[in-house]
């Protein structure tokens, strides 16, 4: 347990503690500036930051409540309530100590948790420009249907679902690897604490089992304390048993970080696709419009030997052009 057998030895004057009200500052007006995406994870984890400060309370609590039963037992005169009192506090002391290894624990776990909210911040402008340039579509349409920048709009859009794309893939990525990560965390620090304070609490009844508390009549004198050696074995046994203490866990299985590397070529090469597929209609289009020039102002007139058939640009030498098209 790493302390003292004796709580007394360790005596500090304990601070009032506050009322846990807190005061103002710039941190409660975050929230207010998230993204939609990340309001929700952002209020969660300021809701987890509250509980991890409870456990931290609870823990200064213990300690100060273990050292005032000590103090207490001190007082009764009495040497059998006094070192058993004494020694309970030791262990109570411990129960303190354990909640605050889990408050930091739990602290840890709300730290994985951030890097879902901040891939979500990320997501957040991908999904907002997307949706801007396909506003900004659909109002020329309306307005302008012949315009020569819905070209440019709809190869913006096609690069902007393709970047979005990739985000998306890995804010849900993300999303199921941290999920996994923080709670299993959380789970093992639970167990943990849960079977320190077990063997804690088996050991307190040990103390506790060595207190007469049979009646006397009065004007008996009661017998001399002679279980000191006990109590301070059992305190012994408790931290021999604190140290020896392994996890016995389940894994909590993850699959993560396969083939991650050709995961990333996979949505880069996407990307690219979707990119130059954009360009090959953009280039389709622009064909079809110079084309469509050129037998407006010669009736049959193909320039450069270029010819449209079924919306497709074919270049040809001039010796080459087929009947079909130098009719």
């Known amino acids: 347990m790493n302390r003292a057998l004796s709580i007394r030895s360790n005596k500090k004057e304990s601070n009032t503690p506050s009322s846990g009200r807190r005061g103002f500052g710039l941190s409660s007006l975050r929230g207010a500036a998230q993204p939609e995406l990340s309001k929700k994870l952002f209020k969660l984890i300021k809701s987890e930051n509250i509980l ?11 300690i100060s409540i273990a050292s005032q039963l000590s103090d207490w037992g001190e007082a009764t005169n009495d040497d059998a309530v006094s070192d058993i009192s004494d020694k309970v506090g030791v262990l109570l002391s411990e129960l303190g100590e354990q909640e605050d290894l889990y408050a930091h624990n739990l602290d840890d776990s709300r730290a994985i948790l951030k890097a879902i909210r901040n891939t979500e911040k990320s997501v957040q402008p991908s999904r907002n420009h997307k949706a801007k340039i396909a506003d900004e579509i659909a109002k020329l349409k309306s307005k302008e249907p012949e315009s020569a920048r819905l070209v440019t709009l709809e190869q913006e859009l096609v690069r902007a679902e393709a970047e979005n794309l990739v985000a998306e893939a890995q804010l849900t990525n993300i999303t199921r690897q941290k999920l996994k990560e923080a709670y299993a965390a959380e789970f093992a620090a639970t167990i943990e604490r849960a079977e320190k304070q077990i063997i804690l609490a088996r050991h307190g009844r040990r103390v506790l089992n060595l207190l007469d508390d049979s009646p006397v009549v009065p004007g008996d004198v009661r017998g001399a304390w002679e279980h000191s050696n006990q109590a301070r074995q059992i305190l012994n046994d408790a931290e021999d048993d604190l140290k020896d203490w392994q996890p016995e866990l389940g ?22 696709s979707m990119e130059t597929s954009a360009e090959t209609d953009a280039g389709m289009t622009d064909a079809g419009m110079i084309a469509g020039e050129g037998t407006t102002h010669g009736g049959s007139h193909r320039s450069s030997g270029s010819s449209v058939v079924t919306g497709v640009q074919q270049n040809y030498a001039s010796s080459e052009v087929p009947q079909s098209v130098a009719a």
């Open 251 to 272: 894994d909590v299985s993850s699959n993560a970080n396969l083939d991650h590397a050709s995961l990333s070529q996979h949505q880069h090469q996407r990307q690219q």
């Open 52 to 62: 991890v400060q409870s456990y931290e309370a609870a823990g200064k609590e213990r």
